[in-house]
């Protein structure tokens, strides 16, 4: 679209707003757009509706049709309303759960979508202050409910907000209930066809009774209860950057019987601003740093942080030298399965039907762990609504004891349908003492990770391209790995290239086109080489980015040879890097 026939799209767009039935604040806010002569902020408002996808909604907060607020919220809402009174006509009350984080805006959007479900003769349980997004999946399958949504923009900068979709099941929508929730969505064509008038006896508000059901779920994942009464003491700081990790994670941790939680008292405060990070994402290395503080200044062994919706964590572990290092989502994730199987085994409870899941970006270390302890691996794509789909087809046939994914997020048990954070902390923590038990560090158990099955490195790269020309650009650059994909990385030449859009691979040794057994299609590209590298590159589902994942395998023989591993990974990343122009 030419730039003057899009600014005469947006503009007729944002007058119908003037003139529709908003809110004054909400009309005064276009309007200083309108009035503008920079017409960015208009444009990027405007130029496109924001799209209730498959994960739902997520979005900068702001007044506009591509812009988080209680109009965009409230058709999202209705929409979602429509498809459950058609899908569910045959009961009598279709219940709902709603959820919502620290995030500005989030208890209004919260309230409003509860007005909006009764308003629609829903039944809703309302949370009566913030919670983690694992309990709304938990409260969501404990109170029998046909959905429930969660208002929250993960750990996305505080600009944002979003809305998360959930099935019965607990889970994020899939299909078809995705798309058919998205077209009835997509039929709200006015804003007065959204229901705003609730009906307070259908609005039911909880949280103690389900945060201890909750908790009392967790405590009985723990595999290892002696060694945690012996090394109860040990000295764990934790903070929830300000979001919803504060409601559950301390209390959940006490549960299992840890004695000695070391708070973050800055960061315990609850706050949308989030006033003492960058960002508020435990990916992000700077987001622990008063954290790791705290823990030098304490003497802590461990460091775990959760991020605003308490669906990821973060962690930090004390190296050789005693320094704290962070722990990738990679490496947190090979400690936690590596420990399940492991203890498993050790209890004699491994009967052949166990299995574990990871999404196709992580690392392809968990299938050597896997094989070799006989359980079955499934990978899937990225977000945690495909390791629940995984979780769901194989109820009561296989046992699910662990998955998740390089993006800090890790499921232990299945009572939850989504990434937790809660019982990812409680495990860590286990794992800790555990390793203690066996005169062993979190350090040195990573270590024997890698002794045992190869050194591996991973590297994840994301680049910001914002706005319609920042989509239009990302667009370009996967258009172009798929016309000219890569036939070497970091010297070693692609054996494999799979193109998840077209389910299709390419084996260049057998020069043959291989069909990928997927259950849908998904913008990913990877490439493989005969060393072992593997480079996955995909546009975020849920942030203006286009995202790489590298990562580098090297044999490793003794301790000795892991910090020349280490160099020699890293070198080659940087390469792979360079080729990329990243």
Known sequence: MEEETLLAFVTDKAQSWIKGNYDDATKKEVQQMLDSEDKTKLIDAFYKDLEFG??????IMGSGSNRMNIYTVG????????????????????????????RNNSRRFAEISADIFSANGIKVYLFESLRPTPEVSYAIRKLGCQSGI??????????????????????????????????????????????????????????????????????????????????????????????TGITLV???????????????????????????????????????????????????????ATDPDGDRFGTAIRDKEGNFILVNGNQTLLICLYYLMNRREE????????????TIVTTELVKDIAKKKGIELFDCYTGFKWIAEIIRKNEDVKKYIGGGEESYGFLAGDFVRDKDSVSACTLFAEIAAWGKDKGKTMYELLEEIYLEYGYSKEVGISLVRKGKEGADEIEAMMKNFRTNPMRSLGGSPVTLMKDFAKLEAVDYVRNEQVALEMPTTSNVIQFFTEEGTKLSIRPSGTEPKIKFYIEVREAVKSREDLPQAEDEASTKINAIRKELGI
């Open 250 to 304: 301390p209390d959940a941790l006490k549960a299992v019987g840890f004695t000695n939680i070391i708070h973050v008292p800055e960061q315990d405060e609850i706050s949308g601003d989030f006033p003492t990070v960058t960002s508020p994402n435990p990916e992000e290395p700077s987001a622990l740093d008063m954290a790791i503080r705290k823990a030098v200044e304490t003497g802590a062994e461990l460091v775990m």
């Open 150 to 243: 969660m208002i929250t923009a993960s750990h996305n900068p505080k600009e944002y907000n979003g809305y998360k979709a959930y099935w019965n099941d607990g889970a994020q929508v899939l299909g078809p209930h995705d798309k058919n929730i998205i077209a009835e969505v997509n039929r709200i064509a006015s804003v007065d066809e959204i229901r705003f008038k609730g009906n307070k006896s259908l609005i039911e508000i909880i949280g103690k009774d389900m945060d201890k059901a909750f908790i009392e779920e967790v405590s009985k994942l723990v595999l290892s209860p002696e060694a945690i009464a012996r090394h109860h003491d040990i000295k764990i700081v934790y903070t929830p950057i300000h979001g």
């Open 75 to 102: 058709s999202a809402t209705q929409g979602l309303s429509n498809y459950l009174l058609k899908e569910f006509s045959d009961l009598n009350e279709i219940k709902v759960v709603i959820g919502h984080d620290c």
């Open 54 to 59: 498959t994960g739902g909604l997520r979005g």
């Open 347 to 358: 209890l004699g409870l491994l009967t052949g039907k166990e299995y574990v899941v990871k």
